[in-house]
């Protein structure tokens, strides 16, 4: 069934909600799309909490992973979501920018409203985040009563695609994957092996310490990445936004899953060539040489 209503992240905008057993589709131009289960729709969500919660639904929507808000999320919310830095916001919203550009020039209009779309947690910093990018010449904005009509500059651009040219000439390679105690045989024996043969350095964000928010730094070492290491198997949420953000940013990635949970992954990335595995030798062994088919050995320097 088919209804529109209030988005229940940010209570202004009317919804499409299409209503799908003990879950709800959301669909909105604010909060991006999401999944709510019915328990969860009727719950007061923390306001504290509400927007970290929208701009992380949105950036998952724009990222082709929607997020999936269910009680058990809610409780672990506020250690899952990004609470990042006014400085990275502004890094963010560029980009964001950037990936919604499709010419040079383009004009795209943000409404106010619609602030998690840049990262923002209401009308007033979405101002500040387009005014501060527009007086540091990243960006041309003109401004009227429902939003702002933005492009980018030329060293909008520059400052964009160094960005991401440190990660495209990089030699490590960003691993997506379940961090679970079954999964870690396959990276140890099995991913990390193949990675090092191709001639590039396999990195998980445990990897190493850090004193970041452990999505943000998510993130930044995708940027830094040449290419993404998804393995679905078990299906977990982050490494579908890890990968989504990944092609966001035209990333390369190389999908794996174990064999008897192919029928499982997701109907938006089932369309992708997965390699499937038996074990971690056999997963070794197929992964060195589709790397090095698709992404090729590093530049010898």
């Known amino acids: 069934m088919d209804y529109t209503q209030l988005c229940v992240l940010c209570k202004i905008e009317q919804a499409s909600v299409n209503s799908r057993g003990d879950w709800f589709d959301v669909s909105c131009l604010g909060c991006g799309q999401f999944q709510v289960s019915g328990t969860a729709a009727h719950l007061e969500f923390p306001s504290g909490l509400l927007p970290r919660l929208r701009c992380w639904a949105r950036a998952q929507s724009d990222e082709g992973a929607p997020l999936e808000i269910t009680s058990e999320f809610l409780d672990n919310a506020d250690a899952q979501i990004p609470n ?54 990243l960006i041309h904005s ?20 160094s960005s991401l040219q440190a990660g495209a000439n990089s030699d490590q390679a960003f691993v997506a994957m379940a961090f679970s105690q079954d999964m870690k045989a396959i990276f140890d024996q099995g991913i990390a092996p193949a990675v090092r043969a191709a001639g590039y350095r396999p990195h998980r964000v445990d990897s190493a310490p850090h004193v970041e928010r452990i999505d ?8 830094a990445s040449r290419f993404v290491v998804a393995d679905v198997t078990t299906h977990r949420n982050g490494v579908y936004f890890e990968a989504g953000y990944a092609l966001g940013i035209d990333r390369k990635v190389i999908w794996t899953v174990h064999e008897d949970d192919l029928a499982n992954a997701h109907f938006d990335t089932r369309q992708f060539v997965h390699i499937q595995w038996k074990t971690a030798e056999d997963l070794r062994e197929q992964l060195e040489r589709v790397i090095v088919g698709v992404i090729g050995r590093p530049h010898i320097r």
């Open 142 to 161: 003109t401004d009227n009563f429902a939003g702002h009509a933005c492009y980018l500059t030329a060293n909008g651009w520059a400052k964009v695609e």
């Open 216 to 223: 943000w730094k998510i993130i930044s070492d995708i940027r």
């Open 84 to 137: 990042p830095s006014v400085s990275d916001k502004l890094e963010f919203a560029l980009a964001s920018l950037a990936r919604n550009t499709k010419l040079g020039g383009q004009t795209i209009f943000i409404h106010s409203q619609h602030y998690p779309r840049l990262w923002a947690y209401s009308v007033d910093e979405l101002n500040y985040l387009v005014h501060t990018l527009h007086e540091q010449g």
